[in-house]
């Protein structure tokens, strides 16, 4: 089952219990209940507990919304800084170069093939990929500049692989789910009494009251997969990508997502 298929069902599954709920309700009131009067204290406690789930649901989206932001940013920078070290390596003689680009090659091919879906599976990076980035460093380490162009050169190198080590390591802490289990159960606690409070508000079953309140809970429903699905950088629908190293290396990898 597709995830956007499980959302249509939870939303739509969202939507018929609160119908069939304020239905039941209709039909179990009292002859003697009064359902054209809600007290005002039951106005203002729905109200309030709407906008403190609003302002905590807000908190949410921006947090994964920024997760995923990080990561798309680290991404960039590791398959950029890859480039370089491939442009870079053009000053090297050609046995030399020849060896750097194809470390190089040989760890994007790597990330894009065998560790996305790794990180997709196990919410972390892999040894291998480690192994693979080591051996770029040090065949770029080991070998002394011949000429001051190469002594130039050999620096900027050592930093972007650096920098590659550095977003790589980045990459490995955004994978896998972000938020806490704790924030979890209060989103959907929340999103519990909040919608249980539309019944306090003894709405009856006109077309255009069940309307509103399936909307509501279909909309509680969606902000909630939303948010689960952000929160995964990597492993869910809405994901990072490795378009960014297809970009840069158009001749490699088969594209894993």
Not at 32 to 38: F, I
Not at 74 to 98: C, K, N, T
Request: charge should be negative; charged fraction near 20%.
């Amino acid at each position: 089952m597709s995830e956007w298929l499980a959302l249509a069902i939870a939303m739509l599954a969202a939507c018929a219990v609160v119908v069939a709920v304020v239905l039941l309700r209709h039909r179990r009131a009292g002859e003697d209940e009064d359902t054209d009067e809600t007290p005002d204290v039951i106005e203002y406690m729905t109200m309030m507990i709407g906008v403190v789930y609003a302002i905590v649901l807000g908190l949410a989206i921006a947090g994964v919304w920024e997760t995923r932001g990080a990561a798309q940013d680290d991404v960039f920078r590791e398959a950029q800084a890859l480039h370089e070290v491939s442009a870079r390596a053009q000053i090297y003689p050609v046995e030399f170069r020849d060896k750097v680009r194809a470390d190089v090659d040989a760890y994007v091919s790597y990330v894009v093939d065998v560790e996305w879906s790794y990180m997709r599976e196990n919410g972390e990076i892999s040894d291998r990929g480690t192994e693979l980035l080591d051996k770029l460093r040090t065949d770029v380490a080991t070998r002394p500049p011949a000429t001051d162009l190469e002594a130039q050169a050999y620096q900027p190198i050592l930093d972007r692989i650096s920098v590659v080590d550095d977003a790589r390591n980045a990459r490995g802490q955004n994978a896998g789910p972000s938020m806490p289990g704790v924030v979890w159960f209060g989103l959907i606690v929340g999103a519990v009494v909040t919608v249980g409070m539309v019944f306090f508000l003894q709405i009856r079953r006109s077309p255009r009251e069940l309307i509103l309140a399936g909307a509501f809970s279909a909309l509680i429903a969606f902000l909630l997969f939303l948010i689960w699905d952000f929160d995964d950088p990597f492993g869910r629908s809405v994901s990072v990508t490795t378009q960014t190293f297809t970009d840069l290396f158009p001749t490699l990898g088969g594209g894993s997502g």
